[in-house]
């Protein structure tokens, strides 16, 4: 081969080589992302439907820190899917393995292309957003989904055993339904029981088994424990039941109980806030203690049944006229005698 060839050769392999990576060692991306792996893996590469769990920092090209779940302690687990977006980075997760870490740019041009879009002066012209990814595990669907079940079934366990010891600690007996349920009469009453449809007036203190009071109807109890409710009003609550308006705990309990009754509810997350939580202070599979007073309660108001239109009197058909009959020639029949 002649020497002019070999250099014409090695010059367009030069030139391509820069056109994938820059000066500093990025590669880019036909986007215009640019993309440098810190710490490359000889692990299989990440594909469609995989589940990964990642750490990253968000930050400007001035290293200003948007965001950063290193140090927020909440690692990122989501489905690796085709992207919708430049930002979403689904089109670069295919490019590393468990354990990588890299550092990812995309142009800000690229994010307010949208001209009705309000760009932030820390993002000028020309400028990246950026972020610092460190891939901690992958998974397949079924594996992860494994891995979800087996969690669920040990925080389930040990809300059962939490529950368990509360009942012991507290030397309570309570009685318990069939969806799991426990209830104890704390002042039993002989009025009647609502149904589904009625209404019912409650008054309510909820607590976690920790004994940090949550929620309160009454305002002592509310004060005493120093909930923040502005603009609370206290009052019994007023909701119909059958309706959904409360947890299945509620529902269920609140028809075993007399009008003018207390109880206090030991209530599952099945039948509570189950594995998602709810606020700060219900974490997820937390059993509840809700102390209750069944207030008053107003019956469903029955449909009146439409009295049925009488009648119209059945119309006699006139007696049909009958024809004289024929004379005879014998001598004619005798009238019954009319009776007085």
Do not use: C, H
């Amino acid at each position: 081969m002649k020497l002019k060839t070999i250099i014409t050769l090695s010059l367009m392999i030069a030139s391509m080589y820069t056109f994938a990576q820059d000066n500093n060692g990025f590669t880019r991306l036909p986007n215009q992302v640019q993309y440098k792996i810190y710490t490359p893996n000889n692990g299989a590469k990440i594909k469609l439907n995989d589940v990964i769990t990642f750490n990253f920092t968000q930050k400007t090209d001035k290293d200003s820190v948007l965001f950063s779940s290193f140090t927020a302690g909440r690692p990122v687990t989501i489905a690796v899917q085709p992207s919708q977006n430049i930002t979403d980075l689904m089109y670069f997760f295919p490019l590393l393995s468990e354990k990588d870490s890299a550092l990812v740019k995309i142009p800000a041009d690229s994010l307010f292309a949208d001209s009705s879009m309000q760009r932030p002066a820390f993002f000028p012209k020309g400028s990246t957003l950026q972020f610092v990814i460190r891939i901690d595990k992958v998974q397949s669907m079924e594996q992860a989904m494994a891995a979800q079940q087996r969690l669920m079934d040990s925080l389930k366990t040990a809300e059962v055993n939490t529950l368990n010891k509360y009942i012991a600690d507290n030397k309570l007996n309570p009685t318990k339904t069939a969806s799991g349920l426990m209830y104890i009469i704390t002042q039993p009453s002989v009025k009647s029981k609502p149904v589904a449809g009625d209404t019912v007036l409650v008054n309510y203190t909820g607590r976690t088994l920790e004994g940090k009071v949550f929620d309160s109807s009454i305002e002592s109890n509310a004060k005493q424990a120093g909930l923040e409710q502005p603009g609370r009003t206290y009052e019994p609550i007023s909701l119909t039941l059958g309706e959904g308006q409360v947890i299945k705990g509620w529902e269920e309990g609140l028809l075993l109980l007399n009008e003018g009754s207390r109880s206090t509810f030991l209530i599952p997350s099945d039948l509570a806030y189950g594995p998602r939580g709810a606020g700060a202070d219900i974490k997820p599979f937390s059993s509840l203690v809700f102390d209750i007073e069944l207030v008053k309660v107003k019956p469903a108001k029955k449909a009146q049944t439409a009295t049925p239109a009488a009648k119209p009197a059945a119309t006699k058909k006139p007696a049909a006229t009958k024809k004289p009959a024929a004379k005879k020639t014998t001598t004619p029949a005798k009238k019954a005698p009319v009776k007085k």
